[in-house]
């Protein structure tokens, strides 16, 4: 058995499966995106309940924190765990797991063919459930959803690839008649032991994909193109981020970003008012307070090439840089140095942390 | 520097609207090495917002506006940045809102900003339009701030929340004070309002001869209408915020991201406890909560930072509204924060930012102190014992 196909739309499908999970005692909990009980807002709940998943959305269009950051927190698991993340949370993860941020012991990760999700200012929106039907039958046919983060919209990586489970919903137009849960490894077969539904060999099709793939391909080269500013050089970062107010909300969200104190706020960034007096005779105008543009270039040489363009950074800004774009596009340019794919492989070592001998002779 | 009724102030021709006069006021100040350098907002290159620039050359100032329609940093940030590590030779003009120069005297107490060599300059404030609003129509925006500012009266629709309900829009602890309110369209009032900002007048040739009792009494007019205004909002806020469940769901959207307290200009501390080790749980303890409680939330202790907050800096907070501006899921949190401020402020007749002189209530240990507190646990006491 390497598929279950339940009788039910993917968000019920993948909550009855679960709570299939829970109720047969396979996990001890569920981390899993949901309505708070008490608030009814969205956030993410490890629910040890079964009743306490009736609340759960593990797969609504809405992203308020990156699940693979809150999963370092609850690992090593003691006891067995099932974990919903979206595609972009689990590469974030595995990013994580890389610098020693997280573990995979004893959990179950399960993920999804995502559509994208929501920018988090409509998704907190009164009338925000209601685009939801519509928002999974477009997501089915294949399209590329109109009001989704332009970094969703643009992105390639929606089909996980570390997932014990992956459910099939972006792209397979069989989701909307019912939910079809794919078992890749042994673990996930035998945790699906006794879930209702029905069972056969077929294994996960990437060619589903294969037409919106190129779509998101096309987006994504509109919405790089769409970055460049109009100066060359520092004229064009200053284009691009002299609007920053300096928050580092960017960084406090990423998931890469896992420093307990970003350099860019220790005291190494500290200066005394000689050293503003000097720059002043010599340049005769400094912004205040200083280094704008050197944390958003030092946080990129620090976390690029692992960013995995979840898109929170974008969400977060203040004065709405398109930071995620900027960061995906820089990203995915230097990681392509090293073929490297941000959270595809845990096997796959993180570039600078690893020495060769032969590399990069062209420059000397 | 408390303000002296009693005072006089300097006529400032300003036939080409304050801010131009401003500029000359500055451009006279560097010229006549009456200032060594300025601190003063000026519009970013893209023209979509405004940035702190610290300048002696006067020609930059031809792109500065001293009131910025918007606050995109709070001034004393600007100042502490410039001044954490100790004073410099310079002497620098900073031109800033009245709630960032009372930051900067909150800071000061706290030792994040050195001001000996500074010299602050505040002037009334019509308000600050709301920095999304500002992101999303930069001409627009410019275009109502104008019209605030040369009428000198403030477009509830238009201003920050914590503007509509801002009682210290006038005079501060600042060195010189700039009267606009009330001033017939071409000139305003120069007030010293310090030895240092007499100093700095006298040295430009400014003499201080004229009458300013026309402007203090409107400005006084005008506070108390405000303070109506505030009470009001502020009893509303109180009725919002009852109870635990009252906060839960007044924060109920908050994503943890903590940019009310990055962009803070009373939060210095380097690492916030809440973004520290000491505030986090270990895996297996997260799980056994989980497990005795039937869930555990994420971001958690949403609740326990917001009040944590309040708790650590509400008796300096100066209502500027920067959390506000820079929460992603608009929760009100200077009003909450405000209205909080209302009540603990007062509690130690404390005003935040009123004056460099006064002792910060929690690091002065008075014997005799609130004491209602005194009543209270005694009452409680007697209580307890007439129970036995």
């Known amino acids: ?364 | 520097m408390i303000s002296d009724p009693e005072k006089q102030g300097a006529a400032m021709k300003a036939a080409g609207g304050i801010e131009d006069a401003v500029r000359g006021f500055l451009r006279e100040a560097l010229k006549s090495s009456a200032a060594d350098a300025v601190l003063v907002p000026v519009r970013t290159p893209a023209e979509d917002s405004y940035a702190w620039i610290l300048t002696n050359d006067p020609s930059v100032l031809d792109n500065a506006r001293p009131a910025a329609p918007t606050m995109p940093v709070q001034g004393a940030k600007a100042l502490k940045s410039l001044t954490r590590k100790g004073e410099g030779k310079a002497g620098i003009i900073a031109v800033m809102r009245p709630c960032e120069i009372r930051a900067a005297i909150e800071l000061y107490k706290l030792n994040q900003v050195h001001l000996d060599n500074i010299t602050l300059i505040s002037y009334d404030c019509v308000g600050a339009v709301p920095l999304q609003d500002y992101i999303s129509d930069p001409a627009g925006s410019e275009k109502r701030f104008d019209s605030m500012l040369k009428a000198g009266k403030t477009d509830d629709s238009a201003v920050k929340p914590v503007c509509r309900i801002c009682v210290d829009f006038s005079l501060v602890d600042s060195d010189i004070h700039i009267g606009l309110i009330g001033q017939s369209g071409g000139s305003a009032l120069l007030v010293p309002n310090s030895e240092k900002g007499q100093a700095l007048l006298e040295s430009m040739g400014m003499a201080c001869g004229e009458d300013i009792s026309g402007w203090t009494k409107t400005v006084a007019q005008m506070k108390v209408e405000r303070e109506g205004a505030r009470a009001r909002a502020l009893a509303e806020m109180g009725t919002r915020l009852q109870g635990f469940d009252g906060l839960s769901a007044t924060f109920a959207d908050c994503i943890g991201c903590h940019n009310c307290q990055s962009v803070c200009p009373i939060c210095y501390c380097r690492q916030c406890y809440f973004d520290s080790d000491a505030s986090r749980q270990d895996a297996a303890s997260i799980l056994d909560t989980a497990i005795e409680r039937g869930g555990v939330a994420f971001p958690g202790n949403r609740v326990m930072f917001h009040t944590g907050r309040m708790a650590h800096m509400s008796l300096s907070c100066v209502s500027c509204g920067q959390c506000s501006d820079a929460c992603p899921v608009s929760i009100p949190v200077a009003d909450i924060f405000s209205y909080m401020a209302g009540l603990t402020q007062p509690t130690f007749e404390y005003t935040a930012g009123r004056n460099d002189g006064e002792p910060l209530p929690l690091r002065h240990f008075k014997e005799k102190e609130v004491e209602k507190v005194h009543e209270i646990v005694k009452g409680a006491e007697e209580e307890e014992v007439a129970h036995e």
């Open chain 1, 1 to 364: 058995m390497s598929r279950v196909r339940i009788d039910m739309s993917s968000s019920e499908g993948a909550v009855a499966f679960l709570k299939h999970l829970l109720g047969s005692g396979k996990v001890s909990a569920i981390l899993t995106m949901r309505k708070n009980p008490g608030t009814g807002a969205y956030d993410i709940g490890l629910i040890a309940d079964e009743a306490g998943l009736d609340n759960a959305a593990p797969v609504a269009p809405v992203m308020v924190a990156n699940t693979g950051r809150v999963l370092s927190s609850l690992t090593p698991a003691v006891k067995p765990l099932a974990v919903m993340l979206k595609p972009c949370e689990l590469r974030a993860f595995v990013e994580r797991v890389k610098r020693d941020q997280g573990s995979f012991e004893n959990l179950l990760i399960i993920s999804y063919t995502c559509g994208g999700v929501f920018p988090l200012d409509e998704a907190i929106g009164e009338h925000f459930q209601d685009s939801i039907p519509d928002y999974f039958r477009r997501v089915a046919s294949g399209e590329i959803v109109e009001g989704v983060r332009e970094t969703c919209k643009a992105c390639e990586h929606f089909v996980p690839t570390c997932a014990d489970v992956t459910i099939s919903i972006a792209g397979d137009r069989d989701s909307t008649s019912g939910c079809s849960i794919y078992l890749n490894t042994d673990r996930a077969r035998e945790m699906a032991e006794g879930l209702e539904g029905k069972q056969s060999d077929d294994e996960f099709d990437p060619a589903v994909t294969a037409e919106l793939a190129v779509k998101r391909t096309a987006e994504k080269k509109k919405v790089f193109d769409s970055l460049a500013p109009a100066g060359d050089g520092l004229d064009g970062l200053i284009e691009i981020f002299g609007k920053c107010v300096g928050c580092h909300g960017c960084g406090h969200v990423c998931p890469i970003c896992y420093c307990v104190l970003c350099d860019f706020e220790s005291h190494s960034f500290d200066y005394n008012l000689p050293y503003f007096e000097k720059e002043l005779s010599e340049k005769g105008s400094l912004r205040l307070p200083p280094d704008t543009i050197f944390f958003h270039l030092g946080r990129m040489t620090h976390m690029s090439f692992s960013c995995v363009g979840c898109g929170l950074c974008s969400d977060v800004c203040p004065v709405d840089i398109p930071v995620a774009n900027i960061f995906k596009k820089v990203g995915e340019h230097t990681a392509s140095l090293f073929d490297y794919v941000a959270g595809r492989d845990l096997e796959e070592e993180i570039p600078v942390m690893v020495f060769k001998e032969e590399e990069f002779n062209e420059l000397g």
